[in-house]
């Protein structure tokens, strides 16, 4: 499987695997399935059912088409990179920085997937889905060539947002994330500076420990450990890998504990 290597904020080199071609187009066909399905439930139910579309334009939009139109951006937002395609195929979107993508990212990415457009507005408004689907097949040819050339297999939307599309080795849980189960009672804070660090920054932390777990190798914690120990000007004398893992519950107990308080007042 190819491998991608990117630099992440503390100058060290994560690896990813770059998703399938075959994996990428089949959470596209799922997705693109769901949209379909949805397109014609919905036409249904204004049209054929209840009849309430007929002369409300407005209707039409809100239930039909800004759905269909944002439900890739909305989907990989909300779910972390990923829609139900690519979750079903463990596959998600991440930036070429080693965090997850920015709102403007997404919206990039999307943009760039014009030639689908095409397809749903020429089979709701001109009732013509051959040549929407004419569009779509162009478009498609189109992506898979770049995608082909591309050294990090990215198709257009991707080269111009900076992300890429690789592989999830199992579906997302708690533990793929920057949150940890942090004891309330007696917790001892050790590193109050870590609130200096963002949530990429404990991201891409939560990454090195897990790669460093499965492969038994720390030579890459102990040099993210004395990164972290310079930028937030504190020394110890624990190991890399301990060091590290307490940084990270600081942070949650921390950021649990801010929270609560914002809530409350």
Do not use: H
């Not at 463990?90 to 930036?95: C, T």
């Not at 162009?138 to 198709?155: A, F, L, N, Y």
């Not at 090195?208 to 038994?216: C, G, L, M």
């Not at 004398?237 to 801010?258: C, G, P, V």
Request: net charge neutral; aromatic share 14%; proline share 2%.
């Amino acid at each position: 499987m190819p491998v991608i290597q990117i630099a992440t904020p503390f100058n060290i080199d994560i690896e990813f695997e770059i998703a399938a071609f075959n994996k990428r187009l089949l959470a596209y066909l799922v997705d693109f399935f769901l949209l379909v399905l949805y397109m014609f439930s919905i036409l249904y139910l204004l049209y054929g059912g209840f009849k309430v579309g007929e002369g409300s334009g407005g209707l039409v939009m809100i239930l039909l088409v800004i759905p269909t139109l944002f439900y890739t951006t909305a989907s990989e937002v909300l779910m972390n990179g990923q829609t139900i395609g690519k979750k079903i195929f463990n596959i998600k979107v991440v930036s070429l920085d080693g965090g997850e993508p920015t709102l403007g990212q997404y919206l990039l990415r999307w943009f760039m997937r014009f030639y689908e457009w095409g397809f749903i507005i020429f089979t709701l408004f001109w009732s013509n889905g051959f040549t929407g689907l004419l569009w779509l097949i162009i478009g498609g040819i189109t992506s898979i060539i770049i995608i082909g050339v591309s050294p990090k297999s990215q198709r257009l939307g991707d080269i111009v947002a900076s992300t890429v599309v690789v592989n999830t080795k199992s579906k997302l849980t708690v533990d793929d994330t920057i949150f940890m189960n942090v004891a309330q009672s007696n917790y001892a804070v050790k590193f109050p500076e870590v609130m200096r660090l963002s949530d990429r920054d404990i991201n891409t932390i939560k990454t090195v420990i897990n790669q460093s777990a499965k492969t038994n190798q720390f030579d890459m914690c102990n040099r993210v450990a004395f990164k972290v120990q310079k930028v937030l000007n504190v020394s110890t004398d624990m190991y890399a890998i301990d060091f590290l893992e307490k940084i990270m519950e600081d942070y949650n107990y921390l950021s649990t504990r801010e929270y609560a308080t914002t809530t409350q007042q």
